[in-house]
């Protein structure tokens, strides 16, 4: 691991300077060793230098926080994943009545719960946040039935957070402290600002300037609005993951993905990047100008945690993450989705059309010379953090997969079409989410 110490404290600095991204943090552990390294600047405004004891949010990596929280929960005999939730929280209330009766705390776990997942109502800051949530959910729409199809839910995981809340009997934080950031000896966490003002702190930036919010609202804590920690905190509740035999079958696959270009499927909490030749596992995270990457490989008992605060951080994450997989277990990541080999128009009758969500329109729609467009435009919460619109031509890639000819945030990524809506035409555009066709 010595080497691997030098490269990072070379190397991280110019990958910094090549790639835009202010500063970044970055942890490895490989069997009982753990290097860390940081650089850049936490703030723009202020100047602050990184150092490893910075804390960057992890954004949606919370929710295997939050999994594992529940799987204690099924280990210990209190919960089971095949039963419906309502069992343990029979006042929860959807816009379909059918799937809330019926949707399963597993079906949670694996985002196949159907229902709208975009959802960031912000219900204050008191420790009732998560049950004030919960309740206001009344009326959110069902996408689909729920087991039928995969798509990322973020409400589903504040839903599997109050539910840890009433099994406990303490708020979400407080469960969170007590079963896993003390015991693991997180103790560079923050689950709030108030906690996270006592580090040295990473602050957002987007388009190259400091975020004038640090974080969302604490009422969505489960899905990742308010967790920061060190980068050798999120690897030391990774080493806990590889280490603990009752934990394993959290990574074994419950869903397949669509081709996104993506992972290939889900388990309980985990995204499964590969499954074969070796199985890499792990979660992204992005808040307000901040993101975060964590892998394991159960196979070689080594996970890596890159944490940025903007910029185009997917890219410096392949660069880090990338040559430690190499060098440490001889595996590449995943390559990245190929462009096709010739651009060429789809069939815009089945995939032309408006698909909306919580949080964007996206219209797609031919033009006069044939050409497929899809336009985006922000709503609710990523309209007001001022996420931009976003447009691109799509071309044929992968059956009714497209290709975006512009990357966003330095990376193309494919979207597939899925459904049929009864006329022939796609029901849902998927991105990662199931956004429903309108019209």
Known sequence: ????????????????????????????????????????????????????????QIGSITK?????????????????LDRPVRTWLPGLRLGDETAAAAVTVRQLLTHTAGFEGDVFTDTGKGDDCVERYVDLLTGVPQLFPPGEMWSYNNAGFCVLGRLVEVVRGAPYDACLRTHLLDPLGMTGAATDPYEA????TAVGHVDGRPTDTWALARSNAPAGSMLAMRARDLVAF?????????????????????????????????????????????HDGNTIGQSAFLRLLPEHDLAVAVLTNGGPAKLLHRAVTGHLLRELAGV?????????????????????????????????????????????????????IDEPPFRTELVAWRGDTL?????????HQPVAFLGDDGT?????LHTGRADRRIR
């Open 197 to 200: 003002i006592l580090h040295r």
């Open 1 to 56: 691991m010595r080497g691997i110490d030098d490269w990072l404290e070379q190397r991280l600095p110019t990958l910094l300077e090549e790639t835009g991204v202010p500063a970044a943090a970055v942890a490895v552990a490989y069997g009982d060793r753990v290097v860390d390294a940081a650089a850049g600047t936490l703030s723009a405004a202020t100047g602050v230098t990184a150092t490893t004891d910075a804390i960057f």
């Open 238 to 282: 990774a080493r806990h993951h590889l280490a603990t035999p009752a934990l394993a079958g959290m990574r074994e696959p419950q869903v397949r993905l669509p081709d996104l270009g993506q992972g290939e499927a889900w388990g309980l909490g985990w995204e499964l990047f590969q499954l074969a030749p070796t199985p890499i596992v792990g």
């Open 64 to 80: 295997v926080l939050t999994a594992t929280l529940v799987q204690q929960l099924a280990d210990e005999g209190l919960v089971d």
């Open 332 to 384: 590449d990541l995943p390559a990245p989705p190929p462009p096709p080999a010739t651009v060429t128009t789809p069939d815009s009758v089945r995939y032309a059309g408006t698909y909306v969500s919580e949080v964007g329109e996206t219209v797609v729609s031919l033009d006069g010379q044939g050409r497929l467009w899809l336009d985006r435009t922000p709503l609710g919460v990523l309209a007001e």
């Open 424 to 428: 022939g035409r796609a029901a849902y």
């Open 403 to 411: 290709w975006p000819l512009e990357p966003e945030g330095g990376v």
